[in-house]
T-cell receptor, first 115, second 112 residues
Framework: GAVVSQHPSRVICKSGTSVKIECRSL??????MFWYRQFPKQSLMLMAT?????????EQGVEKDKFLINHASLTLSTLTVTSAHPEDSSFYIC???????????FGEGSRLTVL | AQSVAQPEDQVNVAEGNPLTVKCTYS??????LFWYVQYPNRGLQFLLK??????LVKGSYGFEAEFNKSQTSFHLKKPSALVSDSALYFC??????????FGKGTRLSVIA
């Protein structure tokens, strides 16, 4: 079946640094990708919708300058957490909508820990 | 606005017994309903979906769900639970091409 790869799966960084998380659709093209954030023992909260070749649409309350999203190709979207702080520590999950079928596939998630 | 309610934070069931994880939704328009399962520190795995057609949907690993329009529900069921079914289960809804909206999740614990 279709696979969405997220990298890195785990990252630990110091406060103030920036971290980039990649989301790749491995065997299909994705015109739209979604980025979610999951706090411990909580649901997935949609952060932004990323469309290939255009600016991402951010949900209310999500700082676009803090969470930079780039969707430069039909198979890759990146989330960059800029000047990370401990409160940014979370599990970030991407999903990709397949071009044509519209099926949605999820990545394995990336756990960010900011010290 | 779309919303999903999973009224139970935790469901405990004995191995071999039937299980039900509840989900109700609120949307404007026709709902597309989904169930996903999440194991610790992993992404979401698709179980099943309802788009249109038969109200009883069969999915992966022996799970099924019934779409009930009058009760706006989409409960997840399995006739005989396995210990390996223990995980976090999410119900989700969307309409058209809108992003998925997730419920808060229900932790299923199957006891041997």
């Amino acid at each position: 079946g279709a696979v969405v790869s997220q990298h890195p799966s785990r990252v630990i960084c110091k406060s103030g640094t920036s971290v980039k998380i990649e989301c790749r659709s491995l065997d299909f093209q994705a015109t739209t990708m979604f980025w979610y954030r999951q706090f411990p023992k909580q649901s997935l909260m949609l952060m932004a919708t990323s469309n290939e070749g255009s600016k991402a649409t951010y949900e209310q309350g999500v700082e676009k300058d803090k969470f930079l999203i780039n969707h430069a190709s039909l198979t890759l979207s990146t989330l960059t957490v800029t000047s990370a702080h401990p409160e940014d520590s979370s599990f970030y999950i991407c999903s990709a909508r397949a071009q044509g079928s519209g099926e949605l596939f999820f990545g394995e998630g990336s756990r960010l820990t900011v010290l | 606005a779309q919303s999903v309610a999973q009224p139970e934070d935790q469901v405990n069931v004995a191995e071999g017994n039937p299980l039900t994880v509840k989900c109700t939704y609120s949307v404007s328009g026709n709902p597309y309903l989904f169930w996903y399962v999440q194991y610790p520190n992993r992404g979401l795995q698709f179980l099943l979906k309802y788009i249109t057609g038969d109200n009883l949907v069969k999915g992966s690993y022996g799970f099924e769900a019934e779409f009930n329009k009058s009760q706006t529900s989409f409960h997840l069921k399995k006739p005989s639970a396995l210990v390996s079914d223990s995980a976090l289960y999410f119900c989700a809804v969307r309409t058209g091409n809108t992003p998925l909206v997730f419920g808060k999740g229900t932790r299923l614990s199957v006891i041997a």
